[in-house]
């Protein structure tokens, strides 16, 4: 029996990417190439699903939470990274947010992650190294 779906939900329509509000990012998509820092993302945006598009001649690394209703846009131009978000929540925030703090606190293994589990939820939480 599965622990959880194994097929994500369907995107449905992509958002307009043109839309939203844009800022400089302090990550590039390249951040999610490593597993344990996608790992930690995912923990920031727990269903968001991530495809990449090529548009105007310009690569966009596209995160869509459909639950949510909200997308994030990376453009990486040379070292120029850039991010547009859209929806209730600014999905590629919440994900640096989180990936600073691991950081901050030594980007500790993910063997020494904890979990708690509440009746508010569950919280991932990781010792400073």
Do not use: N, Y
Not at 38 to 45: G, K, P, S, Y
């Amino acid at each position: 029996m599965p622990a959880r779906p194994q097929m994500p939900p369907p995107l449905g329509m992509l958002p307009d990417l043109e839309s939203g509000q844009e800022r400089v990012a302090r990550f590039g998509p390249e951040v999610l190439d490593a597993w344990d820092a996608r790992f930690v993302a995912q923990l920031a945006a727990p269903h968001a699903q991530r495809l990449s598009l090529t548009l105007a001649d310009k690569t966009q690394h596209v995160l869509i939470d459909v639950e949510a209703g909200a997308w994030a846009a990376l453009v990486l131009d040379g070292e120029h990274r850039t991010v547009r978000q859209g929806g209730p929540v600014q999905l590629w925030d919440q994900i640096e947010e989180h990936l600073l703090r691991w950081q901050a606190d030594g980007s500790p293994a993910l063997t020494r992650f904890e979990i708690l589990v509440t009746s508010e939820g569950q919280h991932f939480t990781w010792p400073k190294s």
